[in-house]
């Protein structure tokens, strides 16, 4: 998950080659194709030069700019010695630490250790993982979608701002969001999991979330907000996501610490179910009542 790529700009031999490599990366994969060198387009498009396939390589990559799911993405802080090959260039990025990439794609001709074919079964796999559960972990596959989205929703029958193994994975999860491009971030949760009896009360969880945003320095332009929901006769809140327009990830036991660090399986989001909850939680087609709402910054907030 949150895997990083770069691609030699010789190693696709055809558009259609170009098309299916591209077709590999963005948020329902999990992995992101990086612009390396910072003139990586240029290159690439020395490759096509008729003006049939000019054109037909501007209207991919304008197809690609429309999906806006981060397929990809420019690092232009990454190191380039043009004293070097692209190759050797590439593979220095590994070897860092920490690493700046995860896989180096060539041609199928050109590939050598440390590098793969832009054809290798690799790039046909969903990218999830097992991961153990520690708030580092959660961020690790969660942090280009939260940078680079406007707005989040987490989804999570249980979570509760209340509970230490909650809170300890939220915090490292907000401040990552707190530097992104977010505007809006929007928990659902249901109420019969959260306040009652032997749980605690909505003030509770109200003055858990103040001194949650307080820890992390919420900024004062973003609009947070929290809904607790019955769900009893409409789709039942059971599996766990990160979702935004962008995209979603798939959370096997939400957002939060495990008992003795066990591993939970996380996963990117196909198009096809990413696009279902969307419709739910963005556009509000749904039949779950909000019996809760906490909202800091309410004037920035929609009403629930």
């Known amino acids: 998950m949150n895997e990083f790529f770069v691609a030699e700009p010789n190693c696709c031999e055809s558009i259609g080659d170009l098309r299916f490599l591209l077709s590999r990366f963005g948020t329902h994969a999990g992995r992101y194709l990086v612009e390396y060198p910072k003139d990586w387009r ?10 049939m ?3 037909r390589f501007e209207y991919l990559l304008e197809e690609v700019k429309k999906l806006d799911n981060a397929a990809i993405l420019v690092k232009p802080s990454l190191p380039w010695k043009p004293e070097f090959s692209w190759v050797d260039n590439a593979l220095n990025l590994t070897r860092i630490q920490p690493p700046e990439l995860d896989e180096i794609i060539t041609s199928p001709l050109a590939t050598k250790p440390g590098t793969v074919s832009f054809d290798d079964p690799k790039l046909f796999s ?5 991961i153990h559960t520690q708030p580092n972990e959660y961020v690790r596959v969660c942090k280009t979608l939260m940078i680079v989205s406007h ?4 989804i999570d029958p249980y979570l509760n701002p209340c509970k230490k193994d909650y809170q300890v994975v939220l915090e490292e999860m907000l401040k990552v969001i707190a530097k992104g491009k977010c505007r809006r971030v929007i928990f659902w949760a249901k109420t019969s999991y959260v306040i009652g009896e ?8 109200v003055r858990g979330w103040k001194d949650l945003l307080r820890s992390v320095g919420w900024p004062d332009d973003r609009c947070f907000q929290y809904n607790l929901v019955d769900d009893s006769w409409s789709d039942e809140i059971h599996a766990r996501y990160l979702l935004s327009f962008k995209g979603a990830v798939r959370l096997d036991k939400g957002f939060q610490r495990q008992p003795r660090d066990r591993k939970v399986d996380v996963s990117p989001v196909d198009k096809s179910t990413h696009d279902d909850l969307w419709q739910i939680y963005h556009e509000g087609k749904h039949d779950m009542k909000i019996e809760h709402c906490f909202q800091h910054n309410q004037r920035l907030c929609r009403s629930p």
């Open 42 to 51: 240029s290159l690439l498009r020395e490759k096509f030069q008729s003006p």
């Open 53 to 55: 396939e000019e054109k």
């Open 126 to 130: 969903n990218a999830g993982e097992r």
């Open 151 to 154: 707005e989040l929703h987490f």
């Open 198 to 205: 032997r749980r605690h009360s909505w003030e509770e969880v």
